[in-house]
């Protein structure tokens, strides 16, 4: 079945360390985009995606990097430099073409922990 | 930059009644408005997509309706059952440029049997 995998879905991530996560979609989808939700908030922008080889800073992107070398794939490094990565992050993908009638599709989301 | 609230941040009501759920935004340019589902640690599951040039969308229990000039969209859960009780968000898609996506804050809500 099409969707999005994100991966992994638990992260421990030690002080100073930069670590990565996955998000793959096989729903041919041109758009990507990873958000970050802090408990009882709403979702925040980090980085978004409409093409291959190219991405645009959301609302908090310091502190955060990502690739689009693929269009299947959007990984996103959580670094050193950002000071509060403890959330839960999500992954998500629309198509392009008819854009008004496109749905968001969502991966299940990866829980981030600073240990 | 669009922002996006939603009203109240939590509600609780008694199984069988009726409810409606707020969303409203600050810019009119949207592509479409989208009402999500999310459980407890969960992903985000899509119930209704609105798109710019319509006003309402219906399915089963559920109908939203989206006033562009106003900046505001509802939606209705009728006779709420207790799997009902979730949070619910509601997303614009914005037309200019790279058609940003904006969520709400969210709605708690809890359908006590």
Redo the contacts between chains.
Sequence with gaps: DGGITQSPKYLFRKEGQNVTLSCEQNLNHD?M?W?RQDPG?????IY?S?IVNDF?K?DIAEGYSVSREKKESFPLTVTSAQKNPTA?Y?C?S?AAGD???????????S?LTVV | KQE?T?IPAALSVPEGENLVLNCSFTDSAI??L?W?RQDP??????LL?I???QREQTSGRLNASLDKSSGRSTLYIAASQPGDSATY?C?I?GSGG?????????TKLQVIP
């Design positions: 758009a985009y958000y908030q709403g979702l925040r922008l978004y409409q645009q959301g839960f999500l998500a629309i854009l008004s009638g496109n749905t968001i599709y969502f991966g299940e989301g829980w | 996006v939603q592509y479409n989208q999500f640690g969960k992903g985000l599951t899509s997509l798109q710019s040039s968000l997303a898609r790279y058609q940003k996506v904006t969520f709400g804050t969210g």
